[in-house]
């Protein structure tokens, strides 16, 4: 027994030990990756993107469901990006609210002939296509079709668009003016790899000001959960995907904003219908698409916050977000686990994968049987409290740096949440965090797993939005 107690405690002390050291490498990386790209960024500036002749053409596809509280301003938003070369296709999924009565109020559409693509890509089925009589709408194209989900509704607007690239984001989305001119960068430097996916930073706009479509005053959440959210996006974003594409291991590329070449996506069949996780899921096919065919590739992300959103502001929403997205890690990496250090696939399937399977999806795990383990400890009268809180105090504090390191970081070198007053509320809400959102968000994937670990049919989910606050 005293055996079996030693081997248990040491695999949490070597699991622990090996996480700090990943992060504290992610740390020197992020500081890496900003380094090169603002000498990249020095290279090839917006004005010199903007004057260039071979531009690729983009459609922006943006699901809407049930989106008629926001839909017509964050609409405005997606319409007066700067790009000469793109189309934008609001793909109205079987919404049961007034969704597409706003859409045809505000921008005077009439219903148009159309005929469906033929690709290996399927959908449900379209009841209608819409176009404006407003010569300033000419580019927005408006589908209605049955409801069949994210996914279903990203692959219809793929199937029909016209374009070289597209970008994925959501209806409920607000994009910076330049967002494009910036994800096309990319395609444009790299000459000896294809860039098969390109993701932007995404930023929290909960009671920020939006006037015109556009980001005018960036403010906190008043929402705590919605607050310490911003923490969770700047270490996720900077410290996980800045990192991980230095090393070109990046395997994730946000749902709300990902521009990917039509082609490439058509060839592996469009976003997978079967898994709440769509956006990790075609990342990685993508990816195991060209290390079969044995092409060079690149997986990019743009580190400056390029597209905002409204994130959960209620425990209840914040569950059912963390819920799908624990069941999506869950079916992608049981689709794809013959990649399981498969040396087929080179650093993918030796590091990469792996990684993912041992500190993405194992972490919530290996946490909730801890806690298990130091109750059962405390009901046995085994833990040496004295110690047991001094060791406490240190992985709290440890996890408390990580988190102010990465908020640091990212408002000196991208000027976000610069102001005193924001940076301070923002620590403040790191070093709550443990405390707060970070259980709800464990009970919300242990709860995931479980569903999945039983069988429980679970949907999308409902995310109810409160909307962003405008001014006219």
Known sequence: MEYFRAGIDWFFFTYGIVLFGIYLSFVHLALRAIKKNKKQASFLNINNIKGAQNLPSVSLIAPAFNEGLSIVTNLHSLLSLQ?????????NDGSTDDTLQKLIKAFDLVEVSYSDKETNIKHADIIGQYQSTNHKYGHLTVINKKNGGRADALNCGIANAKTNLVLCTDADCIIEQDALLKMVRPYLEELDKEV????????????SIIKNGTLKELRLPKSWIARIQVVEYIRAFLLGRMAWHQVDGLMLVSGAFGLYPRGRVLEVGGFDKDTVGE????????????????LPYDVVYIPETLCWTEAPSSAKVYITQRDRWARGLWETLKKHRYLFMNRKYGAMGGVFFPYWVFFEFCAPIVEFLGMILITVYAILGYINWPFAVFLYIIVYLVGCVFSTISILIYTINFRQYANVTMVTKLILAAFIEPFSSHLIMLYAEIKGYMKKLFGVKSTWGTMTRKGFTTSD
């Not at 956006?279 to 044995?294: G, I």
């Open 83 to 91: 790009y000469p070369y793109y189309e934008l296709i609001i793909v």
């Open 196 to 207: 098969i996916a390109c993701g932007g930073g995404i930023g929290i706009a909960n009671d």
């Open 279 to 294: 956006d990790l899921e075609l990342c990685m096919r993508l990816r195991v698409h060209m290390e079969r065919q044995n």
